[in-house]
């Protein structure tokens, strides 16, 4: 009998699931696609989407182990467990919706609950570091399938950031022999790829810009009184004014300038930084959170005008800020010059465009192909992220 992934190497497609939970905390994204070739061959047809919410208890509890000061052993132990038995409802949700009876292999992202690019000082060394947790064993013992999780290490033991790790995933699907594109996802935290006209995996530019929704969220919250962990269609935000002194206040931002490749937070720009804004004036809540919006505009804009070697021609803005309105009429307004598309504008999903990537990047982890992108996330050298649980 053959071993699980030879099998697997010599089917001429495979359905795989992608399982993504981000830095908004607000639920799993899977879906279910089905993969033929690997490398530069790779195709991918999107077969199902799912989306499993966090409730308000799991939501609280993943936002507090993510400040670095809660709980303790115990408490990522539990929490870590109760993660990967949520990632094996999704899954079943998402196959009972497709009428899907077995899968070949699934990719999870995890759960980030810390993230440390930079060189910090612990036990008279100098570390840097990564943790994701959602324990992948629940989805290997459910499903009978390979699991392939615990991506960013491996480019972080390489030297690298551990991110962004969705530009080589872009790099295959979306780059163009004509045109230069920019992709921009907005989840908690916004993440820019450049991919030049005709580029190789070398050519590829990518960084987080800065806050995504993570800022927006929070003031959300606050407004609603906790009944909304969102700006639902930027209408909040639409209803405020933009603070001039305050938005610049927030663009002398020091990470704004930082050449990538770089990466960033909850830890940077998490309850901390809204403190900073609500403690800056006295101003309502709704004017901060306009204020935040356009900010989450510039950043992205500034980012092109900064680090781009050319303003692209067209920009696809893919995760949950590609459902606010108010957020994609800052950005156009700020790049005028720049086509702003979404993701449904070229027939593709939105909300399930990180999880196929970390479908595509279990699909290539299987077949032992080098799936980071050295020149986006710093690393020495390609290398082949994520284990694989049998």
Not at 315 to 343: C, D, H, K, M, Y
Not at 369 to 389: D, E, L, W
């Amino acid at each position: 009998m053959d071993h699980p992934i030879i099998e697997l190497w010599n089917k001429p497609s495979r359905l795989v699931v992608g399982l993504m939970s981000g830095t908004s905390a607000d639920g799993i994204d899977a879906v279910l696609t089905r993969i033929t070739g690997s490398g530069l061959s790779t195709k991918v047809d999107q077969l199902g989407f799912h989306f499993l919410p966090f409730d308000n208890a799991t939501r609280q509890a993943v936002l507090n182990i993510c400040t670095g000061e809660h709980g303790g052993t115990r408490e990522v132990c539990l929490l870590a467990t109760h993660l990967g038995m949520l990632y094996a409802r999704a899954v079943h949700e998402l196959l009972r919706k497709t009428g899907t009876d077995r899968i070949d292999l699934i990719g999870c992202h995890g759960q980030t609950v810390y993230h440390i690019p930079e060189n910090t000082d612990y036990l008279n060394t100098v570390i840097r570091g990564t943790l994701q947790i959602g324990d992948p064993s629940f989805l290997a013992e459910e499903f009978s399938c390979p699991v392939v999780s615990d991506f960013r290490i491996r480019d972080m033991a390489a030297g690298g950031l551990g991110a962004p790790l969705v530009p080589y995933t872009e790099f295959l699907l979306y780059r163009s022999e004509t045109e230069d594109v920019a992709l921009q996802n907005i989840g908690g935290i916004g993440n820019l790829t450049l991919l030049p006209a005709g580029c190789t995996l070398d050519e590829v530019t990518a960084f987080d810009t800065g806050p995504g929704n993570m800022v927006m969220d929070a003031l959300a919250m606050m407004i609603t009184e906790g009944k909304q962990n969102y700006d639902d269609g930027g209408r909040l935000a639409a209803s405020g004014t933009v603070i001039p002194e305050l938005l610049q206040w927030m663009l002398d931002d020091p990470y704004l300038k930082k050449e990538p490749p770089k990466t960033t937070g909850r830890e940077y720009y998490g309850s901390e930084y809204v403190q900073k804004l609500l403690s800056a004036g006295k101003h309502s809540l709704v004017d901060i959170l306009a204020t935040a919006t356009a900010f989450t505009a510039e950043t992205i804009a500034l980012s092109l005008r900064r680090f781009a070697p050319r303003l692209p021609q067209r920009l696809v803005i893919g995760g949950g800020g590609s459902r606010n309105p108010t957020l994609l009429r800052f950005l156009q307004e700020a790049l005028p010059e720049v086509n702003v598309q979404t993701q449904e504008d070229l027939g593709l999903d939105s909300d399930a465009k990180e999880a196929v990537a970390f479908a595509v990047l279990a699909n290539e982890a299987l077949f032992g192909i080098s799936n980071n992108a050295p020149s986006a996330t710093g690393a020495k050298h390609g290398v082949v992220m994520g284990r694989i649980n049998l």
